[in-house]
C-alpha cells in the first residue's frame, strides 16, 4: 500500500463570498490645528487655505544644507484652523460615518498627532464643547428613538454576532435585571436630561440622520476598551473588588470571528437606550484609563482608547408587530472611536521607569501603524504583494479589517503649532501625507427585506383604529337599557286580526295607534334628552369648576415642581461638577503622589549612594593616610642609614687622614730624634669616642667620625740624615722593613680594615705599593 496515513491539519474555515466592488475610496484625512497656549510661543504652522498647511522652521532650525529657509506645505481633505468649533468639526467628519452606521455600513475614526496637539478634546471635549463621540451618540438615538427594541430582544452571543429572543424570553431577561438592579433602568424621554451631558450638547446642536429605515427595529450596544503596553484591557468590566489582596485586571485576546473579522474576546457589551445613558457608560470607562503627568501634558494619555459603538437592526414581521426571528436577517454595524495616545520623545518627557517603558511601546505601536500603511501603498502603488504586518501590534491587528475594505476610514490628524514641536510635527505630516495614498475598498449596501414598506405605521394605525371601535362598542351599553324602559312604558298595540283583505277598519286603527306611540315616544325621549342634558350639563359645570380648581392647585404644584427641578437641576450640576474636579484632583493627586514616591525612592538611593560613596572616600583617606605614614616611615628610616652610612664613610675618611697625620708625625719624629718608629697602634674605643663617634657600618664593621683633628707641623729632614739612614741600611733594616709598617698609607689601610671590618672603598696606590682591589 503506497498511501501513508498522518494526523492532518483542521481546515481553515472558508471566507464567506463577498460580493465585489471595485470602487474604493482613499483614506480620509483632515487636519485640525489647536491654538497656542500663550501668545507669545514662536509659531510654525499657518493655515494657507481651507486644505493646505505651511510649516516654518524655527529659528533654531531655519537654516538648511544651503543656508536658506527652508519651508514645507502639506495638503489634507480639509483644513480646521484655530477658530473652527466642535459641531463644525463633528458634521464633516464624522455625521457621514454616524449616516453609515444607521444604513449597516462599518466606520473606523481616530485621532493621531503628538502628545498636547489636542485628541482627547477632539474626541471627548468638554462641557459646553462636547467632542466627536458625545455628538455621534446624540445623532444616533435622535434618529432611531422611536424605532428602538425593547430591552434583551438583541443578545450579543459573545462571538461578535448578534441573536434575537422572542418577548417572554426578553421579558425574563428584564425581570432578572430589575431583580438584581445590575443594569441601571432605560430612561425615558421624559427623564430629564443629565446636567453633565446637557453641558456637552446644547439643543440647538443636535442633528438627525436621514433616510432611517422605520420598518426595522433598533438596539445600540457600546463597549469601551485600552490597549496599554501593547495588551488589551475593558474598562467597563465589573470586577469584584478584594481589599485584602486586590487583582490587577485581567488582559483581553484578540480572536477571529466566523466572517473572519477581528474582535475582543469577552469584552463586556452594555446596551443603552439613551445618549444620557451612553455617555454615563464612556464615563465610567473613562475613569479607569491611564493617565499620567508627563513634562509635556498635566494628563497624558498612556494608553490607546477604543470606544466602539454597534448598532444591531432587524426588520419587522409582516404585520409589523414584532422583530422577525430570523438570525440571518440581523444586521450589525460598528463605529470605532479611537483616540490614540500621543507619540513623544523621551529626551523631552525626561520620562523614567514606567514612564519610559510606555512611551517605549506607545512609540512601537505608532511606528507598527506607520510600516503598515507604507506597505499597503507600496502594495497598492507598486503592484506588489508584501505581507502587512498587522499581528505586530494590538492597534493593527484589531482594525485590519477596515484596511481590508470593511468600511469607511477617517483620521483626524491634530497639530500643535508651537515651535518646540516642529520635528515631530514633521513626522505626523509626513505619515499623514503617505495615509492619504491608502486606498480603502467601498463598502457593499446591505440586501432589501423582501417585506412590504410601512408596516409599521399601518399597524400603529390599526391598534389606534381598534382602540377607538372598542370604545364605541363599550358607550350603548347603558342607552340600551335606557331604551328598553321606554319601549316597556309606551302603550300597547291593540289586536290587530285581519280576517278580509278589504277590511279598512283595522288598519287605519293601527295606523292611529302606532302614531300616537310614536308622539309619545318622541315625548319621552325629548323628555329623557332633555333631562340627560340638563344633568350632563350640571355635570359639565360641576366638573369644570372642579377641573378649574385642580388647574389652579395644578399650576401651583406645577411652579412648585418646576423650582424643586431646578434647584435639583442646579445642585445636580454642581454635584456633577465638583465630582468632575474631585476626580480631576483625585487624579492629579495620585499623579502627584506616585511622582513623590518615584523621587522619594531615587532621594532614598542617592542617599544610599552618596553614604556609600562617603564611606568609601573615608576608607580611602585612611588607606591613604596608612600609605603616607607608612611611607614617610620608610623614607624616614632610609634617609637615616643613607645619613649614618655618609657619616661612616665621612669618618672613615677622617680617621684615615687622622691616621697618616699620625704617621707622618712619626716619621717627623723619629728623623728628629733618629729613633726607630714604633708600630702604630690603633686607638682604642676609649680613645676613638675623645675626637669623634662610632657608627656601625653595612658590613657589620664600625666606622669613627672625627670630631677633632690635631694639626701637625712638617718639618723636612735634611738631606744628609736620609742618605746616612739610606747607606746604613742594611739586611737587618730590610728585614725590619720588611716585618713592620713601613709605609704610613699602608699602615693606615690595615688599621681601617681591621677596625671597620674591611668596609672602605677603593684602596690607595702610593709610592709604589700594590693598590688595594675592592673586595
Not at 16 to 45: A, H, I, M, W
Not at 370 to 399: A, W
Not at 690 to 711: H, L
Amino acid at each position: 500500500c503506497r498511501f501513508c496515513f498522518r494526523k492532518g491539519k483542521t481546515p481553515r474555515r472558508p471566507a464567506p463570498k463577498k460580493p465585489s466592488n471595485n470602487q474604493k475610496d482613499p483614506v480620509g484625512v483632515y487636519c485640525r490645528v489647536r491654538p497656542l497656549g500663550t501668545e507669545d510661543e514662536e509659531c510654525c504652522v499657518e493655515v494657507i487655505s481651507s486644505t493646505t498647511i505651511q510649516l516654518h522652521a524655527p529659528d533654531g532650525l531655519k537654516a538648511n544644507r544651503n543656508g536658506e529657509f527652508k519651508e514645507t506645505q502639506y495638503s489634507f481633505k480639509k483644513v480646521f484652523g484655530i477658530k473652527t468649533t466642535q459641531r463644525e468639526l463633528f458634521e464633516e467628519v464624522s455625521k457621514p460615518l454616524v449616516e453609515d452606521l444607521i444604513h449597516c455600513k462599518n466606520g473606523l475614526l481616530f485621532t493621531y498627532g503628538v502628545t498636547g496637539s489636542g485628541k482627547t478634546f477632539t474626541m471627548t471635549g468638554s462641557p459646553g464643547q462636547g467632542g466627536l463621540l458625545p455628538r455621534s451618540l446624540g445623532m444616533i438615538f435622535n434618529s432611531i428613538g422611536p424605532f428602538q427594541a425593547k430591552r434583551f430582544v438583541f443578545k450579543p452571543d459573545d462571538k461578535n454576532g448578534m441573536e434575537i429572543q422572542n418577548q417572554v424570553d426578553a421579558l425574563l431577561e428584564r425581570q432578572k435585571r430589575d431583580s438584581q438592579q445590575s443594569v441601571p433602568k432605560t430612561p425615558s424621554s421624559r427623564q430629564r436630561v443629565d446636567p453633565e451631558f446637557a453641558d456637552m450638547i446644547s439643543p440647538e446642536d443636535s442633528c438627525k440622520a436621514e433616510g432611517v429605515d422605520e420598518d426595522s427595529s433598533y438596539s445600540v450596544f457600546v463597549s469601551y476598551i485600552e490597549i496599554y503596553n501593547n495588551y488589551i484591557y475593558d474598562l467597563l468590566e465589573e470586577a469584584p473588588f478584594d481589599p485584602i489582596k486586590p487583582k490587577p485586571p485581567q488582559s483581553k485576546i484578540l480572536r477571529e470571528d466566523q466572517n473572519h473579522n477581528m474582535y475582543v474576546a469577552g469584552c463586556t457589551e452594555v446596551e443603552v437606550k439613551s445618549t444620557e445613558e451612553a455617555f454615563e457608560v464612556f464615563w465610567r470607562g473613562q475613569k479607569k484609563r491611564r493617565i499620567a503627568n508627563t513634562q509635556l501634558n498635566r494628563e497624558s494619555s498612556r494608553s490607546h482608547s477604543v470606544f466602539i459603538i454597534k448598532l444591531a437592526q432587524a426588520p419587522l414581521d409582516a404585520d409589523g408587530d414584532n422583530v422577525l426571528q430570523d438570525k440571518n436577517q440581523v444586521n450589525v454595524s460598528q463605529l470605532c472611536l479611537v483616540d490614540l495616545a500621543g507619540s513623544e520623545r523621551t529626551s523631552r518627557t525626561r520620562a523614567e521607569g514606567s514612564r519610559l517603558r510606555e512611551a517605549g511601546n506607545i512609540n512601537q505601536s505608532l511606528m507598527t501603524l506607520r510600516t503598515c500603511i507604507e506597505v499597503l501603498r507600496e502594495n497598492q502603488m507598486c503592484g506588489t504583494n508584501k505581507m502587512v504586518p498587522y499581528r505586530d501590534s494590538k492597534v493593527t491587528h484589531l482594525f485590519k479589517n477596515y484596511f481590508d475594505g470593511e468600511g469607511k476610514v477617517r483620521m483626524v490628524v491634530c497639530v500643535n503649532p508651537k515651535a518646540d514641536d516642529y520635528e515631530e510635527t514633521m513626522l505626523v505630516m509626513r505619515f499623514a501625507e503617505m495615509t492619504q495614498e491608502v486606498e480603502v475598498a467601498r463598502p457593499v449596501d446591505r440586501p432589501i427585506c423582501g417585506f412590504a414598506a410601512g408596516r409599521r405605521q399601518r399597524n400603529q394605525a390599526f391598534k389606534e383604529e381598534l382602540s377607538r371601535r372598542l370604545e364605541e362598542r363599550g358607550g350603548p351599553v347603558d342607552g340600551g337599557i335606557t331604551y328598553l324602559q321606554l319601549l316597556q312604558s309606551l302603550p300597547s298595540l291593540p289586536p290587530c286580526e285581519i280576517s278580509d283583505p278589504a277590511d279598512d277598519h283595522t288598519f287605519p286603527r293601527v295606523i292611529e295607534c302606532l302614531e300616537k306611540r310614536l308622539k309619545s315616544f318622541a315625548f319621552a325621549v325629548s323628555n329623557m334628552l332633555k333631562s340627560m342634558l340638563q344633568e350632563l350639563d350640571g355635570k359639565l359645570v360641576s366638573k369644570e369648576n372642579f377641573i378649574h380648581e385642580q388647574r389652579g392647585k395644578l399650576g401651583e404644584k406645577d411652579k412648585m415642581i418646576q423650582n424643586q427641578k431646578n434647584e435639583i437641576d442646579r445642585l445636580e450640576k454642581k454635584s456633577k461638577m465638583l465630582e468632575y474636579k474631585i476626580d480631576i484632583l483625585q487624579k492629579t493627586t495620585n499623579i502627584y503622589e506616585e511622582d513623590k514616591r518615584a523621587l522619594q525612592h531615587e532621594l532614598e538611593s542617592r542617599e544610599q549612594r552618596l553614604h556609600r560613596e562617603l564611606s568609601e572616600k573615608k576608607r580611602m583617606e585612611t588607606r591613604l593616610q596608612g600609605m603616607v605614614s607608612d611611607e614617610k616611615l620608610r623614607w624616614q628610616k632610609e634617609c637615616e642609614r643613607r645619613v649614618n652610612a655618609k657619616e661612616l664613610e665621612m669618618q672613615n675618611k677622617l680617621w684615615v687622614k687622622d691616621e697618616k697625620l699620625k704617621q707622618l708625625k712619626a716619621i717627623v719624629t723619629e728623623s728628629k730624634t733618629d729613633s726607630r718608629p714604633e708600630k702604630p697602634q690603633r686607638p682604642s674605643r676609649e680613645k676613638d669616642r675623645v675626637p669623634g663617634e662610632v657608627f656601625k657600618t653595612r658590613g657589620g664593621g664600625q666606622a669613627v667620625q672625627f670630631t677633632d683633628i690635631e694639626t701637625l707641623k712638617q718639618e723636612t729632614p735634611v738631606a744628609p740624615s736620609r742618605k746616612r739612614r739610606s747607606s746604613e741600611t742594611g739586611p737587618n733594616q730590610e728585614e725590619h722593613r720588611d716585618g713592620d709598617w713601613s709605609d704610613v698609607e699602608t699602615r693606615c689601610s690595615v688599621a681601617v680594615e681591621m677596625r671597620a671590618g674591611s668596609n672602605l672603598g677603593p684602596g690607595y696606590q702610593h709610592h709604589g705599593y700594590p693598590k688595594r682591589r675592592k673586595p
